[in-house]
């Protein structure tokens, strides 16, 4: 059964890059059809996507952030991890780690996340 | 960029009763929508996948039907372990704002 784990420091100082990773067990990273997404929520608020990377190093962002994020892979520890840098208050939030079903052909385009972390919350506070 | 809007924000209901939730995307996003469950604490669930497929696991209570603009999460008969949080998603990957079913 395939399982995510997010890890990393659940405090960051404002203006410094927060940092996290996510390691799979029960499958490989390197799985064709799957990329790997960064969702967070801030506290009583919905759900925004951050970004997805393949196991290539493929990657792709959520616009709104896309100046501030990196995510990357290491598929010899499976895992991947996110930074975002220069973040604010307003980068609190339960930060998820999710396998993405990425389907896309001709022109049509599906995906759906499943499974997901458990989440971490990080708080941007000095 | 693809908005997605759920109605209603909040609704009331009783176990054992049918409850029907709507995603309108302001784009078509043809039969490509996924829909979540999340309880308090928890990670969102996977429920359905392309607008009427259940993920692995979902009981047949849950049903999505819809496309192009226009979607719907349909529970049979609420469980009392339904009353959740519930959110839709589309391909590239935005989300609704949710759908909080709660207790009447």
């Known amino acids: 059964q395939l399982q995510l784990q997010e890890s990393g420091p659940g405090l960051v100082k404002p203006s410094e890059t927060l940092s996290l990773t996510c390691t799979v067990s029960?499958?490989?990273?390197?799985?064709?059809?799957?990329?790997w997404g960064w969702i967070r929520q801030p506290p009583g608020k919905g759900l925004e996507w951050i970004g997805s990377?393949?196991?290539?190093?493929?990657?792709y962002y959520n616009p709104s952030l896309k100046s501030r994020v990196t995510i990357s892979v290491d598929t010899s520890k499976n895992q991947f991890s996110l930074k975002l840098s220069s973040v604010t208050a307003a980068d609190t939030a339960v930060y998820y780690c999710?396998?993405?079903?990425?389907?896309?052909?001709?022109?049509?385009?599906?995906?759906?996340?499943?499974?997901w972390g458990q989440g971490t919350l990080v708080t941007v506070s000095s | 960029e693809i908005v997605l809007t759920q109605s209603p924000a909040t609704l009331s209901l009783s176990p054992g009763e049918r409850a029907t939730l709507s995603c309108r995307a302001s784009?078509?996003?043809?039969?490509?929508l996924a829909w979540y469950q999340q309880k308090p604490g928890q990670a969102p669930r996977l429920l359905i996948y392309?607008?009427?497929n259940r993920a692995t696991g979902i009981p047949a209570r849950f049903s999505g039907s819809g496309s192009g603009t226009d979607f719907t999460l349909t529970i049979s008969s609420l469980e009392p372990e339904d009353f959740a949080v519930y959110y839709c998603?589309?391909?590239?990957?935005?989300f609704g704002q949710g759908t909080k079913l709660e207790i009447k």
């Open positions: 990377i393949y196991y290539s190093g493929s990657t």
């Open positions: 998603q589309q391909p590239r990957n935005t």
């Open positions: 392309d607008a009427s």
């Open positions: 029960g499958g490989s990273i390197s799985s064709s059809s799957y990329y």
């Open positions: 999710a396998r993405e079903t990425f389907l896309e052909w001709l022109s049509q385009v599906s995906s759906w996340f499943d499974p």
């Open positions: 784009q078509s996003v043809s039969s490509y």
